[in-house]
């Protein structure tokens, strides 16, 4: 999960370990024999409740972030009702990204609804500038690599490493398996110079633009609260000239995917004048971002609080 509610506790550290360490390979294994994914959804959901049940502190920080995004009390009916499908819908994206990761890229095209923008997307990526793609851990951000792919494009995906190892190595196999090239960073003082290079070789990256990891984040208005969002890839953007394009993915009522690539965000100017570029870049990708949660409050996947962070209050 996040390593901000991680146990104290070695052995349960190591029981989680184990259980997330099996139930993970199984569940990729099992994907490959589903009829249908509903099938794996409806596990999936069974398996999402059971583990709030004996987890009651994820239960807590997410209907904390549930009740600021919906402007209510954490005790409304129906904050909890969306904090429980929240977590309902993020087990979900990890079926999806099981079962279509092992399926002709043609099944999953053959489920996106609307792909938004793809026009401007292809547009900047003309330029031979490369293009950092800023998602966030919303939806599933898994189904952008099957996309790409379909494009005959790769990305390369910035990510920090699970806490669980098993949980990781899975998901990096799958990412191989989908042509998505992973770049595990520990989001303390990482080098940037591998991705300065991609993108002046005109790669594309992706990055997740709603955790500050390092701790040195920006601080931006988000449903009524400030909070820090990371620096890093607009640093990256106003140091290589490459455009940043907000790119979610999220799935319907009917669980059909769409795809919304945004207008690309230059960093350009004068050194004294690129944080305020980066502000207002960083305004515009937030404001986008806070859109997508307002219609689908359930897609957007925290597990600790996020608006008071316990690694930042630490400090």
């Known amino acids: ?18 259980v997330f360490g099996t139930l993970f390979p199984l569940f990729h294994f099992a994907a490959r024999s589903f009829a249908r994914r509903e099938c794996g959804h409806d ?5 999402a409740n059971a583990f709030m049940d004996v987890q009651p502190r994820y239960l807590e920080a997410i209907l904390g972030n549930t009740a600021q995004v919906m402007g209510l009390k954490p005790t409304h009916p129906l904050v909890e009702r969306t904090a429980r499908e929240m977590v309902r819908q993020h087990a979900r994206a990890w079926v999806d990204f099981f079962f279509y990761g092992q399926r002709p890229v043609e099944e999953a095209l053959a489920q996106f609804a609307k792909i938004e923008g793809i026009d401007r997307f292809d547009a900047a990526i003309t330029e031979g500038k490369g293009a950092i793609l800023l998602t966030a851990h919303a939806g599933n951000f898994e189904l952008g690599g099957i996309l790409l792919r379909s494009r005959s494009l790769k990305v390369h995906a910035v990510y920090k ?22 770049i595990p960073v520990d989001g303390v003082g990482f080098s940037t110079l591998p991705l300065v290079r991609l993108l002046r070789e005109g790669s594309l990256v992706g990055m997740q633009g709603d955790r500050d990891f390092s701790l040195n984040g920006v601080s931006v208005p988000f449903f009524g609260r400030e909070v820090p969002f ?24 009917d669980r059909r995917f769409h795809a919304h690539f945004g207008e690309p965000i230059w960093i350009q100017g004068e050194r004294g004048s690129r944080m305020a570029a980066i502000e207002a870049g960083m305004r515009a990708y937030v404001a986008d971002l ?20 316990p690694a930042r209050n630490a400090g």
């Open 230 to 253: 990371p620096r890093g890839p607009w640093e990256l953007a106003a140091m290589t000239g490459a455009p940043i394009i907000t790119s979610f993915f999220y799935t319907d009522e």
């Open 290 to 309: 806070e859109a997508l949660i307002r219609r689908h409050p359930s897609q957007w996947y925290c597990f600790y609080p996020f608006w008071d962070d």
């Open 161 to 182: 490493p699970d806490h669980f190892k098993a949980v990781e190595r899975l998901r990096e196999d799958m990412r191989a398996e989908g042509g998505v090239v992973g």
């Open 1 to 18: 999960m996040q390593d901000r509610m991680q146990t104290p506790s070695k052995l349960l550290d190591l029981f989680y370990g184990a």
């Open 43 to 47: 596990i999936a959901d069974q398996i």
